[in-house]
């Protein structure tokens, strides 16, 4: 010791002094506390290395005391504020978690705190230890404080989250901790801090107690607001409580309808509430809202935004055209000529059924206080015709015709004025005055109003033949109309109804035929078929029912019934022509053994209608099937014969005799074929073949022996 002490006061050698002391404390004794106080002074001196010494020497002797005040003494000698105030926090972590004593250890804590106010560290170990105390005022003020002096967002967020706990379930303070909680939420940070948030904030919006608080503490605040906005702010979050978290609708609507009465003004705090209604209030409210807009002091393009919302919103989602026709009202109150509000208002009135709402928008438009500035004339007299229909049903008869007057003064030829003298008589059922009308309108305007007036004439016939029940005149108006073009179709259909209706078969088969002419290839089979059956009625038309039935056939190549139908009709009306047409496209269809006899039926109309090429064309097909048929045999040779072909006549022959089977019909074939062979081909052998054939049945033929003879002298052969 006294060495250490002379080192230190005579020597001036710190450093060996501290190496003296240091060795003395590790002796132990009864002299280790001089020792220690002599090595803490000359560590004060600046000794290299002494803190770490000594904190190491104290360490492993459990000295904690020693150890905290080797600490504060050197904060003591240190000239950083950001190391003083270190050691001191590391000499209250002793106290603390060592030697067990809070408060010596947050009087270091404090002066850490002091020295480095930045620093959330030192909050936290005070906050730590006012918590093991169950100080919780304290706890809440250096949370507090850890969320002013704490750079990480994150950590604010943990920080405040934490404090609404903390003010929920230590301090019983519900608007304390909704504060808190709020706080956290507006700040960025993790999904895992959001939720803790939000759940805490729903545990205190779903207990009744708790937001019974909140909610008086938040209207307190809003009465306090000094300005409208404001308020409305807290009268928002309160809103925002009831529809997010307590799921009370009318409640957080109610609560919207106050904060918007606090800043009507405010277009930011008007557009938020309009976005809780369209999430919780339905388009029906939603609507309402924005209607509201066009009577407070907003900027104009926003009035005109929200009243145009609220109509489409009305009329596509709420399907309510009169609380529609109200909103694009206010719209042309801001923009009068704005053409599409005026189109949305006029359409709503009408679909709402409010004849003076839509009266009334026509006669502003006419007066050019609405709508389009200059509209063309015929938009003007739609609006003329819509008020006229608008006023009548208004129940302004004086007023429709007013205005019908002045349609009929820009356009003295309009249908629709005379429509609305129709529809009058026609509602009433007067159709005889009305008929009386529309004969005078046809002869009015046919010469120079034609189409005018064919649509006339058309709902002319109609009546009389309907209501008046007088069909006879009617067609007598609609067959003028088969040779107009535009009306010719409709004229024809309802001339098929009236002539069945006063039976005249020649009007209505004529029309048929007409018709059957005249059809498309979608419509033919049916025109066919009303044809055939008019053409089927006693007397029976077998003209045109054979015209009816070969359309048929053409539409329906595959139906044997109507084939077999046809050809009757052809047979019975001696068309041969046809019925050989016919027969042939039976062939053709499905050649077969078993359809001989149409293929036999058709050559014959051939050749009588001398049509010798397709008939010898038919007859050859027919021998192609059946070689021996004896018919078509002598048939082609005939027609092969007037067509001057001696070989194929000479052919035709032999296989006739060939086929015969009796001898006299036979030797009367074999004496064609020598004659033929003879004097049109000049083949004396192939004749002498035919007579030699003769004689081979009847060997005593005086005449088959003067043949040979004859022809064998002609070509010298003596043989012979």
């Not at 918590?131 to 002096?149: E, F, H, N």
């Not at 059924?353 to 006669?363: G, K, M, W």
């Not at 309802?494 to 088969?509: I, K, N």
């Not at 029912?545 to 595959?558: C, G, K, S, T």
């Amino acid at each position: 010791l006294r060495q250490a002490e002379h080192a230190e006061t005579r020597l001036g050698d710190p450093a060996r002094a501290f190496a003296l002391y240091r060795h003395g404390v590790e002796m132990g004794g009864e002299a280790a506390r001089a020792f220690t106080a002599g090595l803490r002074r000359v560590g004060l001196a600046g000794v290299p290395g002494a803190l770490e010494a000594m904190i190491d020497l104290f360490t492993r002797r459990g000295d904690h005391v020693e150890l905290a005040g080797a600490f504060e003494d050197a904060a003591a000698i240190r000239a950083e504020d950001a190391e003083r105030a270190e050691l001191l926090y590391r000499a209250g972590e002793i106290y603390e978690t060592q030697m067990g004593d809070p408060a010596a250890a947050m009087e270091r804590y404090l002066r850490a705190f002091k020295l480095q106010p930045r620093t959330p560290r030192y909050l936290a170990a005070g906050e730590r230890l006012y918590r093991a105390l169950g100080d919780w005022p304290m706890v809440d003020r250096l949370l507090g404080l850890q969320v002013k002096v704490h750079a990480d967002p994150e950590a604010k967020r943990a920080l405040l989250v934490e404090q609404a706990r903390v003010r929920r379930e230590a301090l019983a303070d519900p608007l304390g901790a909704y504060d808190a909680a709020r706080a956290a939420l507006r700040r960025e940070g993790t999904a895992t801090v959001e939720d803790a948030a939000w759940s805490l904030l729903a545990e205190l919006a779903v207990d009744d107690a708790s937001f019974a608080v909140i909610a008086e503490g938040l209207c307190a605040r809003a009465d306090a607001e000094v300005d409208g906005l404001s308020a409305s702010r807290h009268l928002l979050e309160l809103a925002a409580l009831h529809l997010d978290l307590r799921e009370e609708v009318q409640a957080g609507l109610a609560r919207l309808a106050e904060a918007a009465d606090c800043a009507p003004d405010d277009e930011a705090l008007f557009q938020r509430v309009a976005e809780q209604l369209e999430v919780h209030g339905g388009p029906a409210a939603l609507a309402a809202w924005l209607t509201t807009a066009i009577d407070r002091p907003l900027p104009t393009e926003q009035r005109l935004r929200a009243a145009r919302r609220a109509g489409l919103l009305y009329r596509d989602a709420v399907a309510d055209p009169r609380a529609a026709h109200g909103a694009w009202t206010g719209v042309l109150e801001l923009r009068p000529h704005d053409e599409r509000a005026f189109g949305e208002a006029l359409d709503s009135a009408k679909a709402a059924a409010d004849a003076q709402a839509t009266a009334a928008l026509l006669d502003g438009a006419l007066d050019g206080r609405f709508g389009p500035r200059q509209p063309k004339t015929a938009v003007r007299q739609g609006w003329l015709r819509g008020l006229a229909a608008a006023r009548m049903n208004a129940g302004d008869t004086e007023g429709a015709i007013e205005a019908w007057r002045r349609l009929l003064a820009e356009l003295p030829s309009d249908a629709e004025a005379l429509a609305a003298v129709r529809d009058g008589l026609a509602e009433r059922g007067e159709w005889m005055a009305l008929s009386q009308v529309l004969a005078a309108a046809v002869v009015d305007h046919e010469a120079h109003e034609r189409v005018f007036a064919t649509a006339l004439r058309l709902e002319l016939a109609d009546i009389i033949a309907g209501p008046l029940g007088d069909a006879a005149t009617g067609v007598a108006w609609l067959e003028p109309l088969l040779d107009v073009p535009a009306a010719r179709q409709r004229a024809m259909i309802a001339l098929r109804g009236l002539y069945s209706a006063t039976g005249d078969r020649r009007g209505a088969m004529q029309l048929a035929r007409t018709e059957l002419a005249e059809a498309s290839p979608e419509t033919r089979a049916a025109a066919a078929e009303r044809l055939a059956a008019l053409a089927e009625a006693e007397p029976i038309d077998l003209g045109a029912l054979a015209d009816a039935l070969r359309v048929l056939v053409d539409q329906r190549p595959e139906d044997e019934a109507l084939f077999e139908r046809a050809l009757t009709v052809h047979r019975l009306n001696d068309d041969r022509p046809a019925l050989a047409s016919l027969l042939g496209r039976r062939w053709h269809r499905a050649p077969s053994p078993a359809r001989l006899d149409a293929l036999r039926e058709r050559a014959r109309l051939l050749d009588e209608l001398h049509r010798r090429d397709e008939a010898a064309t038919a007859w050859t097909t027919l021998l192609e099937h059946a070689p021996d048929d004896p018919e078509g045999l002598t048939a082609l040779q005939q027609i092969e014969a007037r067509r001057g072909d001696d070989g194929a006549v000479f052919t035709l022959l032999w296989r006739r005799q060939n086929l015969a089977t009796e001898a006299t019909a036979r030797i009367a074939l074999l004496r064609e074929a020598a004659v033929v062979a003879e004097l049109r081909l000049g083949d004396m052998a192939r004749a002498a073949e035919a007579w030699r054939t003769v004689r081979a049945f009847l060997p005593d033929d005086a005449e088959a022996l003067d043949e040979l003879m004859r022809l064998a002298e002609e070509r010298g052969d003596q043989t012979e």
